[in-house]
Nanobody, 118 residues
Framework: VQLQASGGGLVQAGGSLRLSCAAS????????MGWFRQAPGKEREFVAG??????RTDYADSVKDRFTISRDLNTVHLQMNSLKPEDTGVYYC??????????????WGQGTLVTVSS
C-alpha cells in the first residue's frame, strides 16, 4: 500500500502550487484522506482533510482560506494559493480518521517538497 505525493517545487511567496496524491496498487475511494506537512526541525502537522464523499473538508487554521483540498476517484489534490515561507516543508498524503485529524497508516511515503522563498 503506497501513496505517492507529487507537485511540489520552489515558489516565491504569494505564488501557488497544486499537489496531487495517487495510490499505487489500490484505491482509496472508500477512505477519508488528508494532507500533512513537516517543516525542517518540526513535527509533522495536519494541513487539510476531506471526507469519503468529498462533501466535507477541514483545514488547519494556518492554511484556511488559502488552501483547497479536493478529490476525484483515484486522486487527492491540494491547491495552495498565497503561499508563505512558513508553508515550506515536505507534504504527505494519507488516509485519515476525519474527526480526529489523525493518520490511519504508518507508511507516509516519500512526500513532496514545497519550498517558499521570501
Amino acid at each position: 500500500v503506497q501513496l505517492q505525493a507529487s507537485g511540489g517545487g520552489l515558489v516565491q511567496a504569494g505564488g501557488s502550487l497544486r499537489l496531487s496524491c495517487a495510490a499505487s496498487g489500490w484505491s482509496f475511494s472508500g477512505y477519508n484522506m488528508g494532507w500533512f506537512r513537516q517543516a525542517p526541525g518540526k513535527e509533522r502537522e495536519f494541513v487539510a482533510g476531506i471526507s469519503v464523499s468529498g462533501v466535507r473538508t477541514d483545514y488547519a487554521d494556518s492554511v484556511k482560506d488559502r488552501f483547497t483540498i479536493s478529490r476525484d476517484l483515484n486522486t487527492v489534490h491540494l491547491q495552495m494559493n498565497s503561499l508563505k515561507p512558513e508553508d515550506t516543508g515536505v507534504y504527505y498524503c494519507t488516509t485519515i480518521q476525519y474527526t480526529t485529524r489523525t493518520s490511519l497508516g504508518s507508511d507516509w511515503g516519500q512526500g513532496t517538497l514545497v519550498t517558499v522563498s521570501s
